[in-house]
């Protein structure tokens, strides 16, 4: 039986959390990593978890039962090094999630290139709204459970399935581990260029994770992207299609986007089945709404339930999430690193404020997102979603090749040359200070990054609070 684990790159959001999960289950848990420095480590801290600053040999212990690795850490690792020459058990991440919860759960698993954080946290909601007691974990803070997991008494597990690698030793999709009974595939898009070389390597993950669905189980496909509906042919097991497309098991229609929420009808199998509101913006957020709404029924969850669980969630920290406001002027942060992401929240921001000045400022920091391969991906994406101005930051702290990096500059001159109004501007105090000079009352600045981007929000809020 399993007493004592301890984390080897504890600081992760996903490491974290776990560590979190295994504690409430009542385990001994510890953890270690380089440079421990909050949020992470106050949030391990008021889990009553121990850190251990820096990665030494002597953290591994003889009364150790488990050592969770990292997949940020490989060989060279002081203490992998030390796990491995006295074989102390040791696992990755997804197995210690599937070996310590899954097994014994209904797992639904809600997987794609993007989408799945805001539709893992809108199925876990719905559930635990219906009294299901669902247990979640998913890739960010949903605001319903202020946490990045839940863990409940009922049958069923929501994850969040992420197509990413495991660990040093095992470079196979975390997905792969969650036995999965229900799976989410809401599309499928190059992405993670690091670890995937082209998108049939891509593909190829996800032909595996439906190839673990079992007779019983099901399938929900968008049915938007012709990559996800590609994969029903591999299911063994009941399929659906969701989306706004004809013909779709669980069609949406008649969305109608206001200032905080969408209101669409939905069909299912051509039978009317309901109006909803989502408080969410975006004509993505309703096909992932739409795909939540679908997991709910799968379960046994009925229109009138599922249409007030809907109206009550409260959305994901960092989803076009609003930071406030200053001088008159919004701040959102979002977490849109992807071309396709960038494009939809976009879109989703001006059909909500078709008449208001739109500032989209980007960092590439992403391992996707860094990547030359991208570069007229990007310029499509910010074309399509029409913001009026576009600052484009410096790429962050990227180790891939400057022949294969993208780049700022080319970017906003492809944007400029494609009539969009965009500049590069490298330097976080120099972006700051070139908002609160042109900004004016009634515009909305959305910061898109998947990292902290030296705590923008703020320092743009501070400076248009006061003023010129």
């Known amino acids: 039986m399993v ?65 969770v690795v990292g997949n940020a850490v490989s060989r060279g690792n002081p203490e992998v090094e030390e796990v491995l020459d006295r074989k102390i058990r040791y696992c990755s991440l997804p197995e210690a999630v599937r070996d310590h ?8 698993v809600v997987a794609g290139t993007h989408g799945k954080t805001t539709t893992t946290s809108l199925a876990g909601w719905l559930l635990a709204h219906a009294g299901l007691d669902p247990s979640v974990l998913v890739g960010g803070i949903a605001e319903n459970f202020e946490s990045s997991f ?4 009922g049958r069923d597990f929501v994850i969040e399935g992420d197509e990413y690698d495991s660990a040093f030793f095992d470079k196979t999709a975390k997905f792969l ?60 097991c009941r399929v659906e299609t969701f989306g706004f497309a004809d013909g779709a098991d669980w069609q949406a229609h008649g969305a109608r986007v206001g200032t905080a929420s969408t209101t669409f009808s939905l069909r ?6 309901g109006v909803f509101e989502v408080p969410l913006l975006g004509a993505h957020n309703v096909r992932n709404a739409t795909a939540a709404l679908a997991v709910g029924a799968a379960v046994g969850l009925d229109a009138v339930a599922l249409a007030e669980g809907l109206r009550r969630f409260r959305g994901v920290r960092r989803r076009l999430e609003h930071r406030g406001q200053a001088g008159g002027v919004d701040v959102y942060d979002d977490f849109a690193h992807h071309p396709t992401a960038i494009a939809e929240t976009l879109k989703g921001l001006r059909s909500a404020f ?47 090749p400057e022949a294969e990096r993208l780049s700022p500059e080319g970017l906003a001159r492809d944007l400029k040359a494609a009539g969009v109004s965009a500049r590069h501007v490298a330097a976080v105090p120099d972006i700051v200070e070139t908002v609160r000079r042109e900004a004016k009352p009634g515009d909305l600045v959305v910061i898109m990054s998947n990292g902290g981007f030296d705590d923008i929000h ?9 003023g010129a």
């Open 354 to 400: 078709p008449d208001r000045r739109i500032w989209a400022v980007f960092e590439p920091r992403s391992a996707t997102s860094c990547r030359q391969v991208f570069q007229a991906d990007f310029a499509r994406a910010f074309e399509e979603g029409r913001p009026d101005e576009v600052i484009v930051a410096a790429v962050y702290r990227s180790t891939v």
């Open 458 to 466: 703020r320092k743009l809020l501070e400076a248009l609070e006061g």
């Open 268 to 273: 299912r199998r051509g039978e009317a089945f």
């Open 3 to 67: 007493k004592k684990v301890h984390f080897i790159g504890v600081c992760g959001t996903a490491m974290a959390t776990l560590a979190a999960m295994l504690k409430a289950k009542g385990l001994d848990v510890r953890g270690s990593d380089q440079g421990i420095y909050p949020p992470m480590s106050d949030f391990l801290v008021s889990q009553g978890i121990a850190l251990l600053e820096g990665y030494r040999a002597e953290h591994i212990t003889a009364d150790l039962d488990l050592v």
């Open 101 to 108: 919860f899954l097994w014994a759960a209904r797992s639904i």
């Open 150 to 153: 839940r863990l409940g008494g």
């Open 177 to 236: 581990k969650y036995v999965p009974d229900i799976v989410v595939v809401g599309n499928v898009e190059f992405d993670h260029a690091d670890l995937y070389p082209d998108l049939e390597t891509i593909r190829v993950a996800f032909r595996r994770l439906v190839n673990l669905i079992p007779r019983q189980g099901r399938l929900l496909v968008g049915a938007d992207n012709a990559e996800a509906v590609a994969l029903a042919g591999g299911a063994r």
